[in-house]
């Protein structure tokens, strides 16, 4: 009897000390859990909080005088040879078309939205512009003879609006010279000269999709 009573015991002694160590290990992954979850919760906040002023980027109107958003920029102006496929009477056949490129970067990733997206160059704006599929880069793309009509040193923006932009209103805002306030979030001025620096990119319709979009690379 004596020896099953301490076998006994000792069962139930490793049994306490097990208890014991499960309820301090409870406890500690109680507190830890109290420790971190107001922090994480708090970080959550500022980082929400961050992300919707940074948004308002896209929304705001702010002075002329201060043309570009930190972290903002414009990457490049360069010329594109868009080659494609073309029909006429006789058939199809192969055609090309000459296109300048303006391509612009945002520090912070561009909100997908069911609202109006333009791109804003001076007087101009290029609705529902291509970007990249990590929504931080967007294009322009236009003509030659377009791109001749911008005016060099314009302020480049990205607008996010509740309703339909009207062109004529924002070429009227400029009749008088560049307006004081600017509506998005800007990029710099326009350096038309960039396009001299940089080489002609030769590419079909796939190939500028997959450019552009960033995917390329991957796909090679």
Known sequence: MQVINQSMLK???????????????????????????????????????????????????????????????????????LHFQDVDQKGS??????????EVFSKILIPVTDAAQYLIIGDR????????????TVFAHLSPKDFSELRDGSIVSYVISAGVLDQTGLI???????????????FGRLNKSMIDGLPTIEEDSKSQVLRISGMKNQIL
């Not at 056949?93 to 303006?102: H, M, P, Q, S, Y």
Request: glycine content about 6%; charged content about 25%; overall charge neutral.
């Open 11 to 81: 069962t139930a002694l490793a049994v306490g000390e097990i208890c014991i160590g499960c309820g301090c290990a409870l406890l500690l992954m109680a507190q830890i859990v109290h420790t971190q979850v107001p922090g994480d919760v708090k970080h959550q906040r500022e980082m929400a909080n961050q992300t919707k002023a940074q948004r308002q980027l896209f929304w705001k109107v702010s002075s002329a005088m201060d043309p570009i958003d930190d972290g903002n920029k414009i990457i490049a102006v360069r010329r594109i040879v």
């Open 172 to 186: 009227n805002t400029y009749k008088n010279g560049e307006p004081n306030d600017i509506a998005g979030a800007k």
């Open 93 to 102: 056949f192969a055609n090309k078309k000459d296109l300048v490129e303006i």
């Open 125 to 136: 704006a290029f609705p529902e512009p291509p970007r990249s599929s990590d929504f931080h």
